[in-house]
């Protein structure tokens, strides 16, 4: 009863302090629920509380209690609202002792609300694991009791026979020894009750008051049969006042058919358990009160800690910030204005009594601008250099010998794109290209039908006359040592249909390419853009036509040599820097030392990430970044010039993972390009595959899924590589570099081109061709996803 007015209490103080989230809301009703449900539990308002316990509820008695701990639980919950009462007086307290900390309260506050939920659920927690408070109560799942109810029916039905004998009986039928048998054998009902009372007098908690469905008098064939014992049952006289205090075993089956024992009425023996029900009750009361005495001593005791362990250090670390922050602002005169800001800032969170959190922030904003005046090293930036006219720029490099924000040439890249337009034709290395340099500027370059010869000029278009060639490669080196080095590296190529020479510069020109339309100029240094270009001619030097699993499969000597780590790409890297070893070929002498470092990391990071077992990584990594900088990435998307947040958050800060992506895309590349560029370069892949088939036949070893020239169809094995490898990798790309779109748009015509090849090559069935345009439309809606983010940013 207390509880329940406690309760109400509360709810209704609730109500008047959380006026306009408190009524109406969930909680509100669960409270109002929790607090009228204790009505029925209370005798005095709707007569006895509870139901009679039958033999035939359930015996899981972990259960049962499990379920009263948790509605105990629930009520010291609620109680706990209390507790939260004492924490506000002591807080209270502190106040008044110690007005000074007024402003770093807050954030108390909001840890002490947290923390005492935390150890609201911690108490809750506990009841579970706190049996010891029921090992007082009986169970009530007592074997004895049945069992007794069983042995009560069988004697009532064995006097009710004697008896009935008896009656029925005559001195001719039976002797007067056979009636003083029978006589002899009566009162056993009596008799059998009377062990039952004396074995619950030892018990003594609990014990049988009452019998129903065993009346005294019975009509057995004509004959009435008395069979006393159940008036000597010491409840007759009246029920336990609660009902739940009642437990009723009842007969599984009557052996006399009698009235209170037919059909489904069954006889049954009444237990009071009004001493275990309240010693129950007793040890509830004492489990709330060691739950509430936990809660109390746990939010004391974290009041205390926080105290220590936050809240003093706090205070004591604000106040040697504004201690500093004042000695600084002392030490630098000049800078008037930002102590006026600080006083203001200083008065508005007087009045405001801003958080500890809020005051940290203001004072460390205050730190950053001087921060951030005192590490400035130039008067101007580059952008504001270049608006200055001639006379002075004079005086900022020559009077006052000062410098502008300049990145420093060999590790940043520059901003300036001009050289192309000023390089005159006879200055000119590519000067014998046949192909028109707008054809190399594009997708349209189709190096296996130009001359032999040509092949090298437009490799030194693209490392001394285009426009990053201009800016790095004429800057690195010199086009004799560049042309010594082809030539090694066109040595070093063997006659592969797909891994030859010609594919080497077809991934330069790729590379190229890339490099071109993400304005790469404006976020990588020369060198890396450099060394990035020599890594695709020389990412496949030596390769022999066979792939990483096969080297494994067979105990090659790369294999072993790298320990099964990429051994083709890891040859790759050897090879080029032995060609370079030697100083007619040696690419990077024109380096200085730390370049050459800067251009050796670049060289071995993105030939090594040529491996294809690190494609799907690459796509993860790619995919990751793209989500940490979404919003700079879709906002560029409609852009032509890169904004800055764009080079500086996703750029430079990921400048590797681009240059290794640059490379293997650019070796993956072919279904990219113009239909008539990509279908012999597939068939030539395949060709290579098909021939390490041949050799896996031969040695008897597993032959590649793509090798088996009997089993393949052609055009199906390009729409599986574009569909599984290709596309994702080209989607991730895409949605950081919008540039790249046309590649996007390309690879989903090329794959309607091969499933058109398939349809004639291979007659498949309907279903199969159905799928094949369900992957087609998902890549065309994907693309057409990404052409509309650049139309409506």
């Known amino acids: ?71 105990l639980g629930a009520r010291v919950g609620r109680l706990t609202k209390t507790v939260k009462c004492l924490a506000n007086v002591q807080k209270h307290t502190e106040q008044t ?86 006589g002899a054998a009566t009162g056993t009902f009596e008799r059998e009750i009377s062990k039952m009372m004396e074995f619950y007098s030892e018990i003594k908690s609990y014990f049988p008051y009452k019998l129903e469905g065993y009346p005294e008098e019975i009509v057995m064939e004509g004959h009435v049969i008395s069979v006393s014992g159940s008036r000597h049952l010491p409840g007759v006289g009246g029920d336990p006042v609660r009902n ?140 504001e250099m ?44 590519s000067w014998k290209m046949t192909v028109h340099r707008t054809i190399v500027d594009s997708w349209a370059l189709d190096l296996l039908k130009i001359e032999a010869d040509d092949i090298d000029n437009v490799a030194a278009y693209i490392f001394f006359d285009s426009m990053i060639g201009q800016r790095a490669g004429r800057q690195f080196t010199s086009s004799v040592t560049l042309q010594h080095f082809l030539d090694a590296a066109k040595a070093g190529y063997t006659s592969q249909p797909y891994h030859c020479y ?86 990077f002498k024109g380096l200085g030392h730390d370049n050459y470092q800067k251009a050796r990391k670049v060289c071995i990071s993105a030939i090594l990430h040529t491996d294809n077992a690190h494609h799907f990584e690459m796509v993860k990594d790619i995919s990751r970044i793209y989500e940490l900088a979404k919003a700079f990435c879709d906002v560029q998307a409609c852009e032509h010039v890169l904004s800055y947040h764009y080079i500086e958050e996703v750029m430079q800060k990921n400048e590797l993972t681009w240059l290794q992506l640059f490379l293997h895309l650019a070796d993956v590349s072919n279904p990219l390009k113009p239909f008539r560029v990509c279908e012999p370069w597939a068939h030539r892949v395949l060709d290579e595959f098909f021939d390490q088939g041949d050799e896996e036949k031969r040695l008897g070893i597993p032959v590649g899924m793509l090798n088996d ?37 390309q690879m989903s015509d090329n794959l309607a081109s091969w499933k058109h090849l398939w349809i004639d090559e291979a007659n498949p069935p309907p279903e199969e061709i159905a799928k094949r345009d369900a992957d087609i439309f998902r890549i065309q809606d994907d693309v057409r996803q990404l052409e509309e983010r650049a139309a409506t940013e």
């Open 1 to 71: 009863t207390l509880i329940m007015v406690v309760f109400a209490v509360e709810i209704i103080l609730t109500c008047f302090a959380r006026l306009r989230s408190y009524p109406g809301s969930a909680f509100f009703w669960m409270d109002l629920f929790g607090t009228l449900s204790m009505v029925f539990e209370i005798s005095y308002f709707l007569g006895t509380g509870g139901k009679i316990t039958s033999s035939q509820s359930s015996g899981n008695t972990v259960v049962l209690r499990t379920a009263r701990a948790a509605k």
């Open 386 to 429: 270049a608006a200055m006219s001639l006379e002075g720029r004079g005086v900022i490099l020559d009077m006052m010998q000062l410098g502008t924000a300049f990145h420093d040439r060999a590790s940043r890249p520059s901003l300036d794109s001009s050289p192309a337009s000023t390089l005159k034709p006879e200055d000119t290395v």
């Open 502 to 587: 010609i594919h080497a510069i077809d991934v330069l020109h790729t590379v190229y390419r890339l490099l071109s339309l993400s304005q790469s100029d404006q976020w990588v240094p020369e060198v890396a853009q450099y060394a990035l270009l020599i890594s695709a001619v020389a990412h496949d030097l030596g390769h022999f036509g066979r792939t990483n699993p096969f080297l494994v499969e067979t105990k090659h000597e790369l294999a072993l040599r790298y320990n099964d780590k990429s051994p083709l790409e890891n040859m790759h890297c050897a090879t080029l820097f032995e060609i370079c070893n030697q100083p007619c070929t040696d690419v």
């Open 97 to 182: 002792i110690d007005s000074s900390g007024d402003d770093v309260r807050v954030i108390s506050r909001k840890l002490m609300m947290t923390l005492s939920t935390k150890v609201s659920l911690l108490a809750l927690v506990l009841i579970l694991v706190t049996p010891m408070f029921q090992l007082a109560v009986y169970p009530e799942d007592d074997f004895s009791m049945g069992s007794w109810s069983q042995r009560l029916e069988v004697e009532y039905h064995r006097e009710v026979s004697v008896r009935t004998k008896l009656a029925q009986s005559t001195t001719s039928d039976c002797p007067g020894w056979c009636q003083s048998m029978l």
């Open 709 to 745: 020239r009997d089993k393949i169809c052609r055009p199906a094995s390009q729409h599986g590589f574009i569909n599984f490898l290709v596309a994702p990798l080209v989607f991730a790309t895409v949605r950081i570099f919008q540039p790249f779109l046309p590649l996007a748009d």
């Open 244 to 383: 739940e205090s009642i437990v009723q075993l009842t007969v599984a089956e009557c052996s006399v058919h009698r009235i209170g024992c037919e059909g489904d009425i069954k006889a049954s023996v009444y237990f009071d358990f009004s001493l275990p029900k309240k010693m129950e009750a007793a040890m509830d009361m004492c489990l709330i009160v060691f739950m509430l005495g936990v809660m109390l001593y746990c939010t004391f005791d974290l009041s205390r800690t926080l105290d220590t362990i936050v809240i003093h250090p706090l205070q004591r670390m604000l106040g040697m910030v504004r201690v500093m922050t004042s000695s600084i602002l002392a030490e630098v005169s000049n800078f008037q204005e930002i102590e006026d800001d600080m006083d203001d800032g200083a008065n508005e969170d007087a009045d405001l009594q801003v958080s500890e959190i809020k005051l940290l922030e203001i004072v460390l904003q205050k730190l950053a601008k001087l921060s951030a005046i005192f590490m400035q090293q130039n008067v101007v930036d580059e952008a």
